[in-house]
C-alpha cells in the first residue's frame, strides 16, 4: 500500500497477516466493518414489528375525520404522544387476500395468496424485508435479522419461522430468544477457523455432488417432476449463496457488543426491550440493516397481571366484563415499549453527527386489526430513513393494499422495484 493509496477497510484487511476489526475511523468515510456506504452517507436500515391478536378498536386508530396534522392521538396510542410528529398513522390498508383470523403476521409483509398454487392448500411470497435485504444487505455479516418468539401461532401470528419469507415463499428461520441473539451477534466462534474452514469445504463439494446428480437426474424426468426438482435446486443455489456468505465473514472477528448479556428467561416487557436494543446494537456495530420481529403478546398480557389469553381478548364485548379494559392495557404497553424504542432511536448518534433514527424507517403493525377483523390493518410508520413524511394521520381509501405502503418504503430506501404482492402503486402521501 502506497501513501497516496486510498483508504480502505477490505485493503486493510487483505494486507494484514491477522483479521482483526478496525475501529470506526473517519479516514474511512465513517464505514462501520465492511460497509460500501460513500463518505458521509450512512447506510439506510429497515425494521418491521408485528403483534399478533391485533388492537382495541375504539381506543387505538385516531378518529378518521382528523386528518393530516391535525390529530389526537386515542388512549391506545397516548405514551406515542411525544414522538406525535415523527410518526405517521395510517388507516384502511388491508391485504386482500387475507382470510385467516389467527395470522397476525403470515402474510402481513408478502400480500400473498394462499391458495396462488393450485392444488396447493398453502403458498406465499417474498416479504418485503427481504426484498430488501437482497439490496441493503450485501455489506453486513448478516444479511438480515429475524427475531421472534416462542410458539408463535399461539401469540396470533400463524404459520412461519419468523416474519419473513424468502423469494420463493419458503418461511426463513429467526431466533426467538434474546440470548440466543446476543451470542450470535456478538459472541467469538468456539470453533476455530482452520476447522470451520474445512467444514465448509466439505459442505460445498457435497453442494457438488448434488448439483451434479440432479442435472442427470432432470433429464428423465416429466415436465412436473422436474418443477419439484428445480425448486430443489434453487434451495441448492440459496445454500449456497448463503455459503459465500459465510465465507466472507469467517475471517472476520465480530465486533465488541456495546452491552452485556442478557439473563436467560426474560419474559413481557423486560424480553421485548431487550430484543428492541439487541437491534440498536446490530445497528450500532453494523452487523445487519435489516430487522424482523415478531412479537409476543401473551407473555406481555402475563407481567401486566392480565388473567386472559390474547385469544381470549379478541373476543373483548364493549358493554360486557373485563376483557375490552385489559385489551386496551395491552395496547398502552405496547405503545410504551415502542415509545421507549424511538427514545433511543433519536439519542443514538451517528459517526457523522445524525442521528440513528434520521437513517432508519420503521413499520409497526398487525395483519389482525381487532375481534378478528382482517381489513384497517393497524399501521405506525417511523424514522427518516426512507423520506416519509412523518407527523401525520392518514387515512387512505377503504381496502388500500398494504402492500402500497411496503412498497413506498421499498422505493423510498432506494430500491428500484415497482410493485410488491397485490400493491397498485406507491402511497403518494406518504412521500416527503
Same mark, same amino acid.
Given at each position: 500500500m502506497t501513501a497516496n493509496t486510498p483508504l480502505s477497510r477490505?485493503?486493510?484487511?487483505?494486507?494484514?497477516?491477522?483479521?482483526?476489526?478496525?475501529?470506526?475511523?473517519?479516514?474511512?468515510?465513517?464505514r462501520k466493518f465492511v460497509s460500501a456506504a460513500p463518505v458521509n452517507v450512512r447506510p439506510k436500515r429497515l425494521i418491521f414489528m408485528g403483534?399478533?391478536?391485533?388492537?382495541?378498536?375504539?381506543?387505538?386508530f385516531p378518529d378518521q375525520k382528523q386528518t393530516g396534522a391535525d390529530f389526537v392521538l386515542p388512549a391506545g396510542l397516548a405514551p406515542l404522544e411525544r414522538h406525535?410528529?415523527?410518526?405517521?398513522?395510517?388507516?384502511?390498508?388491508?391485504?386482500?387476500?387475507s382470510n385467516e383470523a389467527h395470522w397476525g403476521s403470515t402474510f402481513w409483509l408478502t400480500g400473498a395468496?394462499?391458495?396462488?398454487?393450485?392444488?396447493?392448500?398453502?403458498?406465499?411470497?417474498?416479504?418485503?424485508?427481504?426484498?430488501?435485504?437482497?439490496h441493503l444487505g450485501n455489506d453486513t455479516r448478516f444479511t438480515s435479522l429475524q427475531l421472534g418468539t416462542p410458539e408463535a401461532q399461539e401469540q396470533g401470528h400463524g404459520p412461519g419461522l419468523s416474519m419473513a419469507w424468502d423469494a420463493r415463499g419458503k418461511p426463513i428461520a429467526g431466533v426467538d430468544h434474546p440470548d440466543a441473539l446476543f451470542h450470535? #451477534?456478538? @459472541?467469538?466462534?468456539? +470453533?476455530?477457523?482452520?476447522?470451520?474452514?474445512?467444514?465448509?469445504a466439505q459442505k460445498r463439494s457435497v453442494l457438488d455432488l448434488l448439483t451434479g446428480e440432479l442435472r442427470s437426474l432432470k433429464r428423465r424426468l416429466s415436465a412436473a417432476d422436474s418443477q419439484k426438482v428445480e425448486e430443489y435446486a434453487q434451495s441448492i443455489r440459496d445454500i449456497e449463496t448463503r455459503l459465500g456468505k459465510e465465507e466472507k465473514w469467517?475471517?472476520?472477528?465480530?465486533?465488541a457488543a456495546p452491552m452485556g448479556p442478557p439473563r436467560e428467561g426474560l419474559k413481557g416487557r423486560e424480553e421485548i426491550g431487550l430484543m428492541y436494543d439487541l437491534m440498536l446494537a446490530a445497528m450500532q456495530t453494523d452487523s445487519s440493516r435489516v430487522f424482523t420481529y415478531r412479537q409476543p403478546v401473551n407473555s #406481555?398480557? @402475563?407481567?401486566?397481571? +392480565?388473567?386472559?389469553?390474547?385469544?381470549?381478548?379478541?373476543?373483548?364485548?364493549?358493554?360486557?366484563?373485563?376483557?375490552?379494559?385489559?385489551?386496551?392495557k395491552r395496547d398502552a404497553a405496547q405503545s410504551a415499549l415502542l415509545a421507549g424504542f424511538l427514545d433511543k432511536l433519536k439519542s443514538i448518534q451517528e459517526p457523522d453527527g445524525s442521528r440513528l433514527?434520521?437513517?432508519?424507517?420503521?413499520?409497526?403493525?398487525?395483519?389482525?386489526?381487532?375481534?378478528?377483523?382482517?381489513?384497517n390493518c393497524p399501521t405506525i410508520l417511523a424514522g427518516g430513513g426512507a423520506g416519509i413524511r412523518l407527523g401525520q394521520h392518514l387515512v387512505l381509501p377503504k381496502d388500500t393494499p398494504l402492500c402500497n405502503v411496503w412498497l413506498t418504503l421499498l422505493q423510498g430506501v432506494g430500491i428500484a422495484t415497482e410493485r410488491h404482492g397485490d400493491s397498485t402503486g406507491p402511497v403518494s402521501a406518504l412521500r416527503a
Open positions: 477490505r485493503r486493510f484487511l487483505r494486507s494484514s497477516s491477522a483479521c482483526i476489526a478496525l475501529p470506526i475511523l473517519e479516514s474511512l468515510g465513517f403483534f399478533g391478536w391485533g388492537v382495541t378498536r375504539e381506543t387505538w406525535r410528529k415523527d410518526i405517521t398513522v395510517v388507516q384502511n390498508c388491508t391485504n386482500k387476500f395468496n394462499r391458495y396462488a398454487e393450485p392444488g396447493q392448500g398453502f403458498s406465499n411470497s417474498i416479504s418485503a424485508d427481504q426484498v430488501a435485504a437482497a450470535r #451477534l456478538f @459472541s467469538a466462534e468456539k +470453533v476455530s477457523l482452520k476447522e470451520r474452514q474445512i467444514h465448509l469467517m475471517g472476520v472477528v465480530k465486533p #406481555l398480557l @402475563s407481567d401486566l397481571g +392480565v388473567p386472559y389469553t390474547g385469544h381470549d381478548l379478541t373476543h373483548y364485548e364493549p358493554s360486557q366484563g373485563d376483557r375490552m379494559e385489559f385489551s386496551q433514527f434520521d437513517h432508519v424507517t420503521l413499520a409497526y403493525g398487525s395483519n389482525i386489526s381487532s375481534i378478528h377483523f382482517l381489513n
